[in-house]
């Protein structure tokens, strides 16, 4: 499988993710949903804060392509408005360039071969030993296009102003298998309910200073945050 919604995979090096994020068709159709949940441990009761993205097959498709296109192409940023109410706008993707000072391992194209067979913590227990600074990607929050703050240090989910974009930042590699996921959850067949990027308590799944992630495929939007 290497040419998905037009597009070639293996000439994803050459895709600007601007014009490709137009090429798709505009918005994305996707709920995004914001929440606490506490933990008990031997320590006392914690709070983790989750994002849960909850979308079509073909939209988690549509953002695993702007991911590549970021991860294996020439800019460092792009932006996908979502086309649904609510207060958040948008997903933006950023890359980290290492890579401009090694070009060795800049990855210079992308093959896609289905994998069938997904868990609901799909990277869980690899994401405890892995390199979680080149190959995690991180979750977060910035002001929606045309929008500005004084105040960008927010402290609790009260203070998230709106509207507001979501964030997904990597290094390539990190956005590459984030990207993977999606195309294997959209075209599974029987996909878990969901797919958490972290078992509950919060086990390393995305980089220090993320949120906690949570993917749901669906047919129509629903509410996804439990």
Known sequence: MNKLMGVDLRKL???????LVDSLGGSLN???????HSYASAGG?????????????????RLALVLLACA??????????????????????????????????????????PKRDLKRYPWYPWSLTCDYW?????????????????????????DIPKPHVIVVSGYPKALIRLARLLLDYANTDLPPEQIDLEVDGG????????????????????????
């Open 13 to 19: 090096a050459s895709v600007d993710a601007n014009k």
């Open 30 to 36: 996707c709920s995004i949903q914001i929440g606490c």
């Open 45 to 61: 009761e914690y709070e983790i804060s989750r994002i849960c993205i909850a979308s079509n097959a073909e939209d988690l498709q």
């Open 72 to 113: 294996i192409g020439t800019q460092c940023e792009t932006y996908l408005p979502i086309g649904s109410g609510g207060p958040t706008k948008g997903i933006k993707i950023g890359s980290a360039r290492p890579l401009e000072f090694d070009p060795f391992h800049q990855p210079k194209s992308f093959t896609y071969t």
């Open 134 to 158: 080149t190959e995690l990607p991180c979750f977060g929050f910035d002001c929606a296009p045309g929008e500005y703050y004084t105040n960008m240090l927010w402290s609790g989910l009260a």
């Open 203 to 226: 086990f390393r799944g995305v980089k220090s200073f993320s949120y906690e992630v949570r993917f749901t495929r669906i047919a129509d939007r629903l509410e996804c945050m439990k």
